[in-house]
């Protein structure tokens, strides 16, 4: 296990914690969205960009899970934290659109995007608009979210000066997928689909959605970052509904597993720290930059995922 206290360029490893990343750090005056932010490393992250400073605004599919943990980290800061719950069901294109215009209605600048929620299911059902539920869920419905909010995240990195961030939380399991990285022809077809590749998928998605929305961005002129996170292996309540993962995780994954904390770490580290300024269209696991698959990096495949999922939106 030295490998995991091992520091990289950035002079952090994977057993550094969020809070230890972001020591300094004065997030005042920003305004984040975190999705999934009720439980695990969502509940992390929200807690600690909302030590920093930074304005919260927690998106949950459970309103009533999402209070609690208002609760709990506004009782934890002195002084107050500014946390609002907003309720987002990413496997609904409907509720996509409602949050962002809740969200809108709350007349608050964006500065920075988490999209940390995420599905693991046992079987490949299909989402209320007829997707696989992974591809809905863990991509479309933050490839969606993304461009409802994108337009106030320009104006504020406009009005403000600071950088927007936008960070997709991916996993290494990216590299579980079919050969041809993503297969368009099943997303409507769920039938045949082995569960644990379509998450794979889905996750390859996240990345592969970053690095074109950057390669956008940037043309444009935009002072926005994009950027794709491993927070490592961490057990928490994504495999509840993988009986022999979830089993393996309370077993092995004890051992090789990090904390909760330390999992938080790297959004927390792509999203507010200053050595990430201006890198934008990157992969970081252990807060340091690293190397996602090669699917992940195919430029045309990139295109082609963005074109498609701008169709499924429509």
Same mark, same amino acid.
């Given at each position: ?7 990289? /360029? ?27 932010? #009720? ?10 960009l ?9 998106a ?33 294109m ?33 989402s ?17 979210l ?25 996993? #290494? ?5 079919? /050969? ?9 077809d769920?039938?045949?689909?082995? #569960? ?34 491993? /927070? ?5 309540s ?7 993962? #979830? ?68």
């Open positions: 296990m030295w490998w995991f206290y091992r520091k990289g /360029p950035s002079g952090f490893a994977g057993a550094s914690t969020a809070e230890e990343v972001t020591a300094g750090i004065d997030g005042r005056g920003l305004v984040a969205v975190i999705t999934g932010a #009720s439980r695990g490393i969502g509940r992390e992250t929200a807690r600690v909302a030590l920093r400073g930074v304005r919260v605004v927690m949950v599919r459970d309103v009533s899970a999402g209070a609690r943990a208002k609760e709990a980290i506004q009782a934890e800061i002195r002084g107050g934290a500014e946390v609002d719950v907003l309720q987002l069901d990413l496997s609904s409907a509720s996509v659109g409602r949050f962002a215009a809740e969200f809108a209605s709350l007349n608050l600048p964006l500065n920075i995007l988490i999209n940390n929620a995420g599905v693991m299911a046992r079987d490949c059902n299909r209320c608009d007829g997707l696989e539920l992974h591809f809905a869920t863990n991509h479309i419905g933050h490839f969606l993304t461009n409802l909010l994108l337009e106030n995240m320009k104006s504020a990195c406009r009005d403000s000066g600071v950088q927007g961030r936008i960070v997709n939380v991916s996993s #290494s399991g990216h590299i579980m997928t079919y /050969p041809q990285g993503i297969c368009f022809d099943k997303v409507h769920p039938s045949g689909f082995n #569960s644990l590749i379509a998450y794979g998928q889905s996750k390859l998605a996240n990345i592969l959605h970053m690095n074109e929305l950057s390669r956008i961005l940037k043309d444009e002129g935009v002072n926005i970052s994009a950027n794709t996170v491993h /927070p490592g292996v961490i057990v928490t994504l495999f509840r509904n993988r009986t022999i993962v #979830s089993a393996l995780m309370n077993t092995v994954g004890r051992i090789i597993s990090r904390s909760v904390e330390q999992g938080a770490a790297t959004t927390c580290y792509v999203a507010m720290h200053p050595q990430v300024q201006g890198i934008t269209g990157k992969y970081f696991g252990n807060c340091n930059i690293a190397n996602p698959s090669s699917q992940a990096v195919d430029a045309e495949l990139a295109k082609k995922l963005w074109n498609f999922s701008l169709q499924m939106c429509r």
